[in-house]
């Protein structure tokens, strides 16, 4: 259920192909941060160029709630 505390955005970069290694070490930077400190992330999607393929890299991600 949203509220006014809970938002979303997308992002669209043309032409912008990220480094595998880079965006995994970036996911395990967000997967650890405390909520009181930066929010909470509850889903996050993504399909992205990878740098050096022509192959694209799909990324879901949902916080577990209990």
């Known amino acids: ?7 979303s955005f997308s992002l669209l970069r043309p032409g912008m192909a990220v480094a595998p ?4 070490r970036w996911m395990r930077k967000v997967a ?3 909520p009181e400190e930066v929010g909470t992330l509850y889903r ?3 399909v992205l160029a990878q740098s050096g393929s022509s192959q694209k890299m799909a990324f879901h ?4 709630r209990t």
Not at 61 to 64: K, S
């Open 61 to 64: 991600a949902v916080q577990v």
């Open 21 to 24: 290694l880079l965006f995994a």
């Open 1 to 7: 259920m949203h509220n006014r505390h809970v938002g």
């Open 44 to 46: 996050s999607k993504a």
């Open 32 to 34: 650890s941060a405390k």
